[in-house]
Structure formats: C-alpha cells, structure tokens
C-alpha cells in the first residue's frame, strides 16, 4: 500500500510538473546587430560574407524581407524596439553621446518591465545607448542584470589619428568606452577586440542559470559598428576584410546561443529573433556595411537606412523556410514578447507595434500593416501605403552628406517594382500622392 502510495504521488507530481511546464511561457531572445546592412548576410544574398550559422537560421526559421527599423539611428531605434512605440513618443529621437543628460524616460514601459511582471528573468548584454546616467540604465529598466557599454563604441575618443583614420587601424585605446557590469564600470576603455566572445559567453551562462523559468534576453551586440573589432579567432577570416571578419564572429555567437538552447532542450520553448538597429554606415566606405539593392544607408530615410535584415526561429512553432514579405518593423517585438507571455498591452499609451505571432505561426489571415512612417530626428520625412512611398523631404549621406531637401510634389515609388527606389513616377501617380498625405493626416491626429 504505502509503495503503491508513493508512486500515485510520484505520477501526480509528474502529471503536475508537466502541467507546469507546459503552461509556462516561451522564452524570447532578441539578438541585435549595430549597423548590419540588409546585404550583409549570407542568406540576404552577400557574396563573400560567410555566415553559415545565420544562413542555417533562416533555413529553419522563417526570414523578412519588409522588415523596418523605426528610426535610421541608434538611440531611437533602441527605443522602438524597447517600448513599441515610435521615437517622437518617447522623446528619444536623437543619438545619445557621452555628455548627453536624458534617457529613457521613467513612465515608459519596456519590453523587460513587463515582462519581469509575468515571472521572467531578464537580462541586457551588450550596447543599451538609452541613457548612460545611473536612472537610464538598463537595471533601472526592467532587466536583472547588465553587462555591456552604454552608448556607441566609437564615443569618448581619446587618442589616435583625427578624422577617418582612427577608423583605418583601430586600437581600443583610443576610445574611452566603459564596460559595465550593472551599474559599475568594470574596465574602462573596453577592449573591443574581445568584446564579442565576453558578450556570447554572459548569454551562455545567463541561458545554463534560467533553464528553469521562462527567460528574456536582449543581446545587444555594438558591432559591426565602427570602429571594428574581431577576436583572434576571425582576424583575416573573410574575403569581405576586417568588416566581413565582424561579421562571421557576431555569425559564430548566434551560432553559440542557438547551440545552448538544443543542448538544454529549449529549442521548441525559445523565440530567437535576429535583426539590426539600422542600415550601413556607408561614410566608412569598406569598414561600414552594404544594404543590398536598396538605396543609401544609416541616417537616412531611403529604404537602405532603415530596411534591415530579420529573422525569426522557433523549431516547432515558426514554419521552417518561410520568407515574409509583409511590412514589419522592430516596433512589433514589444507587443509580441507581450502576446507570448500572455499579457496585455498597456492602455494608457499608443502601442504603435502590432503582434507577429499570426505571421510567426504561419496563419494565412495576419493582419497587414498598410502604414508606415519614416522619421528622422522628430521629423516625418517619409511614408509608406501598401507599396507606395512618398519622400516628402530627403537627404542622401552615400556619396557624401547633403542637406535636407523638401520636396513640394513628394518623390514616389513602388517598392513592389522598385526597391532601390531609382524611379520617381510621382508625375503618374497624383492620386498615391493624395491617398498617401490623407493617411499620414489621419496618422497624426492619433
């Protein structure tokens, strides 16, 4: 009697650990590049740019090709993604430097916070660039733990050749970047040229320690941002140079992260989503990156500046070898994260993000985002109806910086026709015009 007893308990025990386990939530890992252009990867179509372990994660997962920063620059891009909203919302619509005095703002919600409030562990690695005072950091944010530099890897230069040139043969010490653990430098100036390994070994060992509640990481890496750095491992690995060197080291680390989750068996619990905060620094010729066919790049609202490479895996959940071609953007990770945790969106504030989960799961009825506005700084200088963009004002930055250029009838192109946006048939199209100024009117009185 008492055996049989305890094996009933045991069974009940099982039965109710498994409940358990299969109620809990997901896992969700957002792995961002810095400045990675949308031609830069293997499986986005680069020649000589090896990333067999971004190729393979496409392969079983599922790739964007209409995938959208919200902004051409770091610190409102960040912010998008961080809260679903656009940048103007925040206030966050400008790069943050060294002397900078405003972060993200208190009453903003982040992905981390509300997730943190469903049961998840949470962690940032790597470049935040939200805030570097103590009340902007990431431990303030919602996130357990930080281990990372708090804005651009080229900031507080302090030694070095003037102008390009300290870009041609970098050393670390020319840049006084801290490295941060928390809320406390740890190595002041980090050596970038090991930063990426450290940043892929914290987000091992964070995913080994968390194996048993449903976790959230934000892998933020600074690279391939200039100026460039790559471990001994990758130094004169690809054809593409020390930008293509970056490159397949950032390929290896994603490799690590989605080689941690098999081993743990997290696979089939764990969303992974790899993206870029923007296009190409193209200013730094072969040391910036390269967006493909799409024109220009970072800074700027051409297609190049803010279309980035995306993709999403989820062995078991996202369909293996889907591409999508629907507008999406990195406002949309905020509400997803929220929809696999099963929360709610908060209702005091614009959500300017939609769930991916229907497009994520393959349903054939996901909803499709037929606006989309291109900002810079605080200013609409673009945007996006179906397939038809209108440029309202424009400023080229490949070939050298221009000024803003405002346009009384709108440049316009298909993209569906056009992605490298080369043909303007405003003069055939006045009535897209029309349809387009209607929507970006009803867009601002929300």
Not at 14 to 29: D, G, K, Y
Not at 52 to 72: C, H
Not at 143 to 165: K, L
Not at 314 to 319: A, D, K, L, Q
Request: net charge negative; charged share 25%.
């Amino acid at each position: 009697m008492r055996l049989t007893t305890l094996l009933l308990l045991a069974l009940s025990a099982l039965l109710a650990a498994t409940a358990s386990a299969q109620e809990r939530p997901p896992n969700i890992v957002v792995i961002l590049a810095d400045d990675l252009g949308y031609g830069d990867l293997g499986v986005y179509g680069h020649p000589t740019i090896q990333t067999p372990r971004l190729d393979r994660m496409g392969a079983e997962g599922m790739k964007f090709t209409q995938f959208y920063a919200a902004a051409s620059v770091c610190t409102p891009s960040r912010a998008a993604l961080m809260t679903g909203r656009l940048p103007i919302r925040s206030g966050l619509t400008r790069v943050l430097f060294p002397h900078s005095t405003v972060g993200m703002p208190a009453e903003e919600i982040t992905i981390a916070e509300a997730l943190r409030q469903r049961g998840y562990a949470t962690a940032a690695i790597g470049k935040w660039h939200l805030g570097h005072l103590p009340q902007f950091l990431p431990t303030k944010h919602g996130f357990d733990s930080y281990f990372g530099i708090p804005y651009s890897n080229d900031m507080d230069r302090v030694g070095g050749p003037e102008g390009r040139a300290a870009f041609r043969e970098p050393r670390f010490e020319y840049w006084n970047v801290p490295l941060m653990r928390d809320t406390q430098i740890v190595e002041r100036p980090a050596d970038q040229r090991t930063i990426t390994r450290r940043y892929t070994e914290e987000a091992v060992r964070f995913i080994r320690e968390h194996r048993d509640q449903p976790f959230f990481l934000y892998l933020a890496h600074n690279l391939p941002h200039v100026p460039l750095f790559a471990s001994d491992r990758f130094l004169g690995s690809s054809a593409r140079g020390l930008y293509g060197d970056v490159v397949q080291e950032i390929d290896w680390s994603v490799g690590q992260v989605l080689d941690v989750l098999r081993e743990l068996d997290l696979e089939e619990r764990t969303l992974v989503f790899f993206t870029s905060d923007n296009g190409p620094w193209l200013a730094y010729d072969d040391h910036g990156g390269s967006a493909g066919l799409l024109r220009d790049g970072k800074g700027t609202t051409w297609e190049g500046g803010m279309r980035v490479p995306a993709i999403a895996w989820w062995p078991g959940t996202v369909p293996a070898g889907t591409v999508r071609t629907q507008v999406t953007s990195n406002l949309d990770i905020f509400p997803t994260a929220l929809a696999l945790a099963g929360g709610e969106l908060p209702r005091d504030r614009i959500i300017d993000g939609r769930s991916l989960l229907p497009l994520l799961r393959g349903e054939s009825k996901a909803e499709v985002r037929e606006f989309f506005p291109y900002y810079r700084n605080d200013e609409l200088y673009a945007a996006r109806v179906g397939p038809w963009k209108a440029h309202f004002i424009t400023r080229d930055l490949a070939g050298g910086a221009t000024d803003p250029v405002e346009h009384e009838i709108p440049k316009l192109y298909n993209l569906d026709v056009d992605p490298s946006e080369k043909y303007n048939v405003a003069e055939d199209h006045p009535e897209v015009i029309a349809k387009i100024r209607r929507a970006v009117e009803e867009f601002r009185t929300r």
